[in-house]
């Protein structure tokens, strides 16, 4: 069963920092550009970042940059966000997905495979 799965979600204060992980299971994504998106109640999925599959190119909303890291382990099929100086509006529910398109694609459609999501809460 091919699985993308998030973990590292959790409760934190504004100004603190969370490192959500992405893990892939039944096949692997080494080819893949991986992509993070997030989606608040209420609102439409958004992009946050996205890395190529070789990890050379990223691309980030202007909302995170500076404060949001993506790096990719293709031995590990994995992918993480490193998350600091949260801000109350960066909470969401925050998925990793798969897409075949080379690249840094960004919008959602792009995307292929997504993972279940995991809920970042930052209190004020």
């Known amino acids: 069963q091919v699985q993308l799965v998030e973990s590292g979600g959790g409760l934190v204060q504004a100004g603190g920092s969370l490192r959500l992980t992405c893990a892939a299971s039944?096949?692997?994504?080494?080819?893949?550009?991986m992509g993070w998106f997030r989606q608040a109640p209420g609102k439409e999925r958004e992009f946050v970042t996205t890395i190529s599959w070789s990890g050379g190119s990223t691309r980030y909303a202007d909302s995170v940059k500076g404060r949001f890291t993506i790096c990719r382990d293709n031995a590990k099929n994995t992918i993480y966000l490193q998350m600091n100086s949260l801000k109350p509006e960066d909470t969401a529910v925050y998925y990793c997905?798969?897409?075949?398109?080379?690249?840094?694609?960004?919008?959602?459609?792009?995307?292929?495979?997504w993972g279940q999501g995991t809920q970042v809460t930052v209190s004020s």
């Open positions: 039944g096949r692997t994504f080494s080819r893949d550009t």
């Open positions: 997905a798969a897409s075949n398109i080379p690249g840094t694609p960004d919008h959602v459609s792009q995307y292929y495979y």
